[in-house]
T-cell receptor, first 110, second 119 residues
Framework: GQQLNQSPQSMFIQEGEDVSMNCTSSSIFNTWLWYKQEPGEGPVLLIALYKAGELTSNGRLTAQFGITRKDSFLNISASIPSDVGIYFCAGVGGSEKLVFGKGTKLTVNP | GAVVSQHPSRVICKSGTSVKIECRSLDFQATTMFWYRQFPKQSLMLMAT?????????EQGVEKDKFLINHASLTLSTLTVTSAHPEDSSFYIC???????????????FGSGTQLSVL
């Protein structure tokens, strides 16, 4: 089945630093979604991408849908302590099912 | 944005009992809802796809008689864990897909999850 490779698995950064994480796949996806999950909570949608090459921002977050439709990245600029959590990429392919990456755990040191 | 409400948020039950988890779309109609299971420090694993008015579609390896899904209306899907055992302890999360306008198309909104602990 379709799989997503998300990296890095975890990140430890200082407050104010920029963060970048990405997802790649051997399969083509029609939609890429980025979520943030905090302990004991469901994932919260951050950004949705629908077209190859699309670049979308949500505040300090920016995400892009790769031209090949097989990858996507998420950048967080000027990180703050409340950015901590697990970030998941997710892709929607031909089956219309959402496939999740394994997540990137972000720790921000004040 | 679209809101998905999931209840209860936490449940502790005895082995052998059944537990029902509700998932409601509060401000949109969801013809399709999804149920996921998440183990600690793991990603979300799709268990089944729930379609309003028809039988749920289960992923490979998920017992349909164990995890009963009912999607009786466009705003409510329920997951019942029958005869629960300790190995069923997990974080269960529902999600709903909004197709009612272009702003919600293809976006998947999640409930806040249910932590099930079976003693």
């Amino acid at each position: 089945g379709q799989q997503l490779n998300q990296s890095p698995q975890s990140m430890f950064i200082q407050e104010g630093e920029d963060v970048s994480m990405n997802c790649t796949s051997s399969s083509i996806f029609n939609t890429w979604l980025w979520y943030k999950q905090e302990p004991g909570e469901g994932p919260v949608l951050l950004i949705a991408l629908y077209k190859a090459g699309e670049l979308t921002s949500n505040g300090r977050l920016t995400a892009q849908f790769g031209i090949t439709r097989k990858d996507s990245f998420l950048n967080i600029s000027a990180s703050i302590p409340s950015d901590v959590g697990i970030y998941f990429c997710a892709g929607v392919g031909g089956s219309e099912k959402l496939v999740f990456g394994k997540g990137t755990k972000l720790t921000v040191n004040p | 944005g679209a809101v998905v409400s999931q209840h209860p948020s936490r449940v502790i039950c005895k082995s052998g009992t059944s537990v029902k988890i509700e998932c409601r779309s509060l401000d949109f109609q969801a013809t399709t809802m999804f149920w996921y299971r998440q183990f600690p420090k793991q990603s979300l694993m799709l268990m089944a796809t729930s379609n309003e008015g028809s039988k749920a579609t289960y992923e490979q390896g998920v017992e349909k008689d164990k995890f009963l899904i009912n999607h009786a209306s466009l705003t409510l899907s329920t997951l019942t864990v029958t005869s629960a055992h300790p190995e069923d302890s997990s974080f269960y999360i529902c999600s709903a897909r909004g197709n009612w306008n272009i702003a919600t198309k293809e976006k998947l909104f999640f409930g806040s999850g249910t932590q099930l602990s079976v003693l």
